[in-house]
């Protein structure tokens, strides 16, 4: 088997550029790998995903069962691994993720407030994904903790260098869904022993060469 090692955190924690960078540096360095982000927006097993995040199922995504929201991206993951990396993957390739089940354990158990319903779900989930569809467990999970009023401003900021692009889904639209997604990620990344990567350090968000060092060392272990 091969490995694989998945970027995640809350909305705007700056997953896409720590995953640019990871490429840029296997590159670089000549190690073999491919690249997965989910959801697979090029293939149609986001539909139901799309149909979800842009409001079509309820604007509100609390409203929506974490247990129904998580089957979306489940199926969107399970088509994507066979028919795009399963067999690199069972030959022993690394592959590299931008999000994954684990987006799930953040975005959608941070509906669920109370702790044992959560852990219930938490449970669940892993069952559904990796022995259920069958998927790949991670080897490593960089949760990237960017606390919420952070990532905000950088959303912000993403928002006025790309004013083309401003429609916000309807997680990102919710601040209170941004909160508690965090408060989730926290407590799902210490239950299961995720690499927590602080990006902020003095109250100043660290750059994002800093966070890639720490990154790519810790995965040059795994290797």
């Not at 970027?7 to 640019?20: H, R």
Request: aromatic residues 14%.
């Amino acid at each position: 088997m091969g490995k694989l090692f998945v970027i995640d955190g809350t909305d705007g924690s700056g997953k896409q550029t720590q995953l640019k960078k990871l490429q840029e540096r296997f590159e670089t360095d000549g190690i073999d790998y491919k690249v997965v982000s989910f959801p697979n927006y090029d293939s149609q097993s986001s539909s139901l995903v799309k149909m979800y995040l842009s409001g079509e199922f309820g604007n509100n995504a609390k409203e929506i069962s974490p247990y129904i929201a998580s089957t979306f991206y489940a199926a969107d993951r399970y088509a994507t691994f066979q028919t795009g990396y399963k067999e690199y993957y069972e030959n022993g390739g690394i592959i590299l993720a931008d999000r994954y089940t684990t987006a799930n354990m953040v975005h959608q158990a941070g509906k669920i407030a109370d702790k044992n319903e959560r852990d219930k779900f938490l449970k669940w989930l892993w069952d559904f994904e990796f022995n259920l569809y069958g998927l790949p467990i991670p080897d490593e999970v960089f949760f990237l903790n960017m606390p919420v009023e952070k990532a905000i401003e950088l959303m912000k900021n993403r928002e006025n260098k790309f004013t083309h692009d401003t429609k916000k889904d309807i997680h990102e639209s919710d601040k209170n869904h941004l909160t508690d997604s965090y408060l989730a990620a926290c407590y799902v990344a210490k239950e299961y022993n995720w690499y927590e990567v602080q990006c902020v350090k003095d109250n100043k968000i660290r750059s994002i060469e800093d966070i890639h060092e720490e990154i790519y060392n810790q995965i040059k272990r795994k290797i």
